[in-house]
Nanobody, 122 residues
Framework: QLPLVESGGGLVQPGGSLRLSCSAS????????IGWFRQAPGKGREGVSC????????DYADSVKGRFTISRDYDANTVYLQMNSLKLEDTGTYFC???????????????WGQGTQVTVSS
């Protein structure tokens, strides 16, 4: 098992920013591709961004390109999702996931966190 933990969610106004973190206490993330997903109420899970274990092969959903940035800090054993210019439609529960290869589909990943809530509201 890989106990992924997300943090950094919260309530923010449209146009604001949040930085989400994904970590795994006691386990290294160095060898895993990490993906960020989100799920809005009443909707399916959507792939947001992903990054290879080597820090490359970064991809984003079209809906977040130019606004979100994924990165990883090997010393901190953490993968970040910087979210800028947030919109109402970015509201949802955000999950990080770990697998052997990056992708924006759920089936690319074997381990999932419990999620962190992001609410964009005026």
């Amino acid at each position: 098992q890989l106990p992924l933990v997300e943090s950094g969610g919260g309530l923010v106004q449209p146009g604001g920013s949040l930085r989400l973190s994904c970590s795994a206490s006691g386990h290294t993330l160095d060898y895993f591709a990490i993906g960020w997903f989100r799920q809005a109420p009443g909707k399916g899970r959507e792939g947001v961004s992903c990054i290879h274990s080597n820090g490359g092969n970064i991809d984003y959903a079209d809906s977040v390109k130019g606004r979100f940035t994924i990165s990883r800090d090997y010393d901190a054993n953490t993968v970040y999702l910087q979210m800028n210019s947030l919109k109402l439609e970015d509201t949802g529960t955000y999950f990080c996931a770990a697998g052997l290869r990056p992708g924006l589909e759920s089936y690319d990943y074997d381990y999932w966190g419990q999620g962190t809530q992001v609410t964009v509201s005026s």
